[in-house]
């Protein structure tokens, strides 16, 4: 005969394991998920973590390298060294100081960029009175433009070629110019050219 106390607590234990077998079941499915998590970040070769150690790892390269940034600086300072100066001086005034002026500030140019071992373009631009500093019978630097020609080719000599007209016509003669000089059709449209082009003008 069984024993009515013994089959009481058989049938509550019972009980009891279906109360909680349930809840312990889903605890066990919510922490399963993360231990895995847990177990695929720690693991180096996995994708997921390649991806994020991958990405801060090239950024970083990136930034520190410094032959990178010198290759860069090198090339830069290159691409200036290979750019010309270009300068344009304007000379619009029959005055022998004026004049003289101008072929100092051209000189000291063209040697400070030789010095530097970088290009330069110089042209000294003549119109109205100014004209007489490239007329062949009236130049008071005529001697001096000679000797600068051939020690610094890379100053040029510029004659407006309306105020040559304007003055045979006033003179009722030819203007010849110093050999140095250059007709242009117009001195103010060249100046205003050569601004477009990027030249720097300066008037002494």
Known sequence: M????????????LAMLLLIGPSAAQ????????V?????????????????????AQNQAI?????????MALATKAESARKP????LQVNS?????MNLTLNNATNVAQYYRDLGEPVSIEVVTFGPGLHMLRDDTSPVKPRIEVLAMS??????KACGNTQENMRKAE????????????????VVRVMELQEQGWSYVKP
């Open 2 to 13: 069984i024993n009515p106390k013994w089959a009481m607590a058989v049938i509550s234990g």
């Open 27 to 34: 605890q066990d499915n919510q922490l399963i998920p993360q």
């Open 36 to 56: 895995r998590e847990k177990s695929q970040a720690s693991n180096p070769k996995h994708p997921a973590r390649q991806k994020q150690v991958s990405k801060p």
């Open 152 to 157: 610094h080719p890379e100053i040029s000599f």
């Open 172 to 187: 009722n003669k030819d203007i010849n110019l110093i050999p140095q000089a250059t007709v242009v059709k117009s001195g």
């Open 63 to 71: 930034k520190q390298d410094p032959a990178n940034n010198t290759k």
């Open 94 to 98: 029959n005055e022998p100081a004026m």
């Open 85 to 88: 100066h270009r300068l344009i």
